[in-house]
C-alpha cells in the first residue's frame, strides 16, 4: 500500500496566520491527492481534490498543489472556524490511504 | 438534501459481528461508488471498504476477510458486515460517496460523509 506521511503533525498558530501542510507519498500518485478537514463530532469535509482543485463551497483561502510525491495545503490566512485536523488521501490505487493527520491549534 | 445516515453501531464481544448499514438520500446512489472509512478514538481517519456501481470490492490488508461490503441499490443503502471483530476494530465508522472528476483521467474523491456511528468490541 502507499503510505501518506503528513507534516507537522500539529501546529499551533493565530488568527490571521499562514500555515502550509505537507503531505509526501512513499511513491507516485501523480495528482490523485485529496484534502479533507475533520472536526470533532462532525463529519469529515473535503477541501481539495485532484491535489489543487477547490471543492464547491470551500473558501478561496485554502488551495493545494504538487503532484508526484509531494503536496502542500494552504490557508491563507487562518480563520476561527479552521482550528481542526487535517488530512491527505490518496486514490491513486484501489486501496486508498490517508496521511496521519495534521491538528491545527489556537496559539 | 444530499445525505448518508449510518445506524447498526454498537456494543459486541471480541469475535462477535456486527452489520452496519448506511441510507443515502437526495441522490442516485446506484450511479456512485461508494466507501467505509473509520476513525478510532485518538487515531486517524483509516480506509476501510469500497463498493463500485458494478458491485465490484476492496479492502486493506487490515480488514480483508473479515469485512464485507455491499449495497442494495433498490433501498439505497450500504452496508459494512463486521466478523471476527477484535478491540482493534473499536472506532467510528463513517460511510461517504465518492465523486469523481476529469475527462481524459478520472480523479476519485469522498465529497459527501455521513456523522458515522460507533462499533465499540470490549468483553
Known amino acids: 500500500d502507499i503510505q501518506m506521511t503528513q507534516s507537522p503533525s500539529s501546529l499551533s498558530a493565530s488568527v490571521g496566520d499562514r500555515v502550509t501542510i505537507t503531505c509526501r507519498a512513499s511513491?507516485?500518485?501523480?495528482?490523485?491527492l485529496n484534502w479533507y478537514q475533520h472536526k470533532p463530532g462532525k463529519a469529515p469535509k473535503l477541501l481539495i481534490y485532484a491535489a489543487s482543485s477547490l471543492q464547491s463551497g470551500v473558501p478561496p483561502r485554502f488551495s493545494g498543489s504538487g503532484s508526484g510525491t509531494d503536496f502542500t495545503l494552504t490557508i491563507s490566512s487562518l480563520q476561527p472556524e479552521d482550528f481542526a485536523t487535517y488530512y491527505c488521501q490518496q486514490s491513486y490505487t484501489t486501496s486508498w490511504t490517508f496521511g496521519q493527520g495534521t491538528k491545527v491549534e489556537i496559539k | 438534501e444530499v445525505q448518508l445516515v449510518e445506524s447498526g453501531g454498537g456494543l459486541v464481544q471480541p469475535g462477535g459481528s456486527l452489520r452496519l448499514s448506511c441510507a443515502a438520500s437526495?441522490?442516485?446512489?446506484?450511479?456512485?461508488?461508494m466507501h467505509w472509512v473509520r476513525q478510532a478514538t485518538g487515531k486517524g481517519l483509516e480506509w476501510v471498504s469500497a463498493?463500485?456501481?458494478?458491485?465490484?470490492?476492496y479492502y486493506p490488508g487490515s480488514v480483508k476477510g473479515r469485512f464485507t461490503i455491499s449495497r442494495e441499490n433498490a433501498k439505497n443503502s450500504l452496508y459494512l458486515q463486521l466478523n471476527s471483530l477484535r478491540a482493534g476494530d473499536t472506532a467510528v465508522y463513517y460511510c461517504?460517496?465518492?465523486?469523481?472528476?476529469?475527462?481524459?483521467?478520472?480523479?476519485?474523491?469522498?465529497?459527501?460523509w455521513g456523522k458515522g456511528t460507533t462499533v465499540t468490541v470490549s468483553s
Open positions: 511513491q507516485s500518485v501523480s495528482s490523485y
Open positions: 437526495g441522490f442516485t446512489f446506484s450511479s456512485y461508488d
Open positions: 463498493i463500485g456501481t458494478t458491485g465490484d470490492t
Open positions: 461517504a460517496r465518492a465523486a469523481v472528476a476529469g475527462t481524459i483521467y478520472y480523479y476519485y474523491y469522498m465529497d459527501v
